[in-house]
């Protein structure tokens, strides 16, 4: 462990390298102190000289150098040359959107404090100005021809907006929230995205003839709900329904019916719901759902709907219809401490029991672990299991997923419908084996099995099977 004067002296030792541009240098000699993991600064620095190092074809110290910051999230979150150094490795790394919103911290505040305490000002603020431009340059946008479509057809079938919630800077995409006071005939605040259609989502190519590359966001929100509030229990809404909308352009992917937005923690601080569902739109007419734009386009409206942990189970087992069908009587008014509809379909032993359920696992789930991979010909269609494959995982994989290690296939899925990853999900191996109990007496055989479904109830071997079986406990 170094002394304070020994890590001043390494410190001006690297400034010096990273002015003559000798990174390897000042990695090595960062490196070679041993504390460049533990001590903050030391990680700062290396950081920078990693983000330095990289290119299209090293992209590995692109990572290294986020991984090395994100040790330090914590602390680093309120020092505004943590933020500056992660937005410069964001933005190596073609995460733009991203990097403005970390830049924003610094400089999109009225407050200057944060900015005053960086030690390249200068430099800081360029970038900043840099990204700025380069996102209103690029920012899509609507036309105007198109933004009054939405803005009509929200008008029609919503209300016309009594507030609206503008986004002065683009990033990628300008996200407004039109706000619909309740009325006597809609007794609650309706939320409606203006922006996020702007961007064509990257749909699977068998949509294509559905036109769902563009979509709006809408959430309803009770009556007591506070539209013009900075208080986190009022204003999450706001910050989560924008961050959603950007989504499919940060990530290059799509959100459609039936799609789960979740980072693993209750998505407001008043309530134990853990993720966002997409669902069509309740209490409007079929029309609304659809937004007809010039040249033969149209805007998709979807209803976020926050559900509870054993709720996205069931759905991730049965599909967003079947959890639908739990539902009749609750609101599609967000209430943070409603009803879960599946708090009592859990075995307690890890794996989600629904209703009507055989329980196929009873005293395996320790040894088998207790999800699969499955097409979705098999989990929402209800098509029997024609190929299966139990891959191997270490042990540090199969305990950080609980999976079973198996893959299984319907036979009928085309090599388009096998590319979007979409098609495949993580679901109960329990539920699995309630859709197609032929699969149960083959579970427990090794990793590197892979069968073949022949007539009836049978499967057969196709591939060679490791001598040693594996076991996962």
């Known amino acids: 462990m170094m002394d304070s004067k ?21 990695a090595d000699a960062l490196v070679c102190s041993g504390d460049c993991r533990e001590d903050y600064e030391l990680s700062c620095l290396l950081a920078a000289v990693f983000n330095s190092m990289g290119d299209e074809k090293t992209e590995r110290f692109f ?17 505004p040359n943590w933020v500056y150094i992660f937005a410069r490795v964001l933005y190596s790394q073609g995460r733009n959107i991203q990097a403005m919103e970390f830049m924003d911290s610094i400089f999109g505040s009225k407050d ?22 380069m996102q209103v340059e690029n920012a899509q946008l609507y036309s105007e021809e198109q933004k009054n479509a939405v ?7 919503f209300g016309k907006p009594d507030f609206y919630k503008a986004e002065t800077s683009p990033n990628g995409i300008k996200v407004g929230i039109a706000v619909v006071y309740p009325t006597p005939e809609r007794d609650f605040y309706t939320l409606v995205t203006v922006g996020m259609g702007a961007h064509r989502m990257k749909t699977p190519p068998e949509l294509k003839t559905e036109q769902l590359e563009r979509a709006e966001l809408v959430m309803y929100m009770p009556p007591d709900w506070k539209p013009r509030s900075r208080d986190i229990r009022h204003s999450w809404i706001i910050k989560e329904m924008r961050r959603i909308a950007r989504l499919p352009l940060e990530n290059d992917t799509w959100l459609g019916y039936g799609h789960l937005v979740s980072d693993g923690s209750p998505v407001a601080p008043n309530t134990e719901q853990e993720a966002i569902l997409l669902i069509s739109l309740q209490d409007t007419p079929d029309a609304a759902l659809r937004c007809p734009l010039p040249k033969g386009e149209s805007v998709v409206f979807y209803q976020l709907f926050p559900i509870y942990k054993q709720e996205m189970d069931y759905k991730l087992a049965r599909g967003a219809a079947a959890l639908i069908d739990l539902m009749p009587h609750i609101s599609a008014v967000y209430d943070p401490e409603r009803e879960n509809v599946c708090k009592d379909m859990e075995s307690g032993a890890g794996s989600p029991l629904l209703v009507g359920e055989t329980n196929y696992l009873v005293g395996k789930l320790k040894k088998l672990g207790v999800s699969c991979a499955v097409s979705r010909k098999i989990s929402r269609e209800g098509e029997r ?9 270490d042990d540090s994989e199969l305990s950080q997923m609980n999976t079973s290690g198996w893959l299984m296939l319907s036979g009928s899925e085309s090599r388009e419908y096998l590319a979007d990853p979409f098609n495949i999900e993580i679901a109960s191996l329990n539920t699995i084996c309630n859709i197609d109990p032929a699969i149960v007496k083959y579970l427990d055989m090794p990793y590197g099995t892979d069968l073949t479904r022949c007539e009836g109830d ?4 196709t591939m060679h099977v490791p001598p040693k079986e594996k076991i996962y406990s």
């Open 385 to 393: 299991v024609g190929f299966m494959k139990r891959f191997l995982m």
């Open 458 to 461: 049978g499967f057969v071997q």
């Open 6 to 26: 020994e890590k001043e002296k390494l410190i001006e030792k690297v400034n010096a390298l990273i002015a003559k541009e000798e990174y390897e240098e000042a």
């Open 151 to 157: 803005t009509a057809h929200i008008e029609k079938y």
């Open 112 to 133: 200057e404090s944060m900015a005053l305490r960086l030690n390249n000002y200068d430099e800081a603020k360029d970038f900043y100005e840099t990204l700025y431009y």
């Open 63 to 79: 990572t290294a150098a986020e991984a090395l910051l994100m040790r330090h999230y914590d602390r680093g979150k309120d020092d």
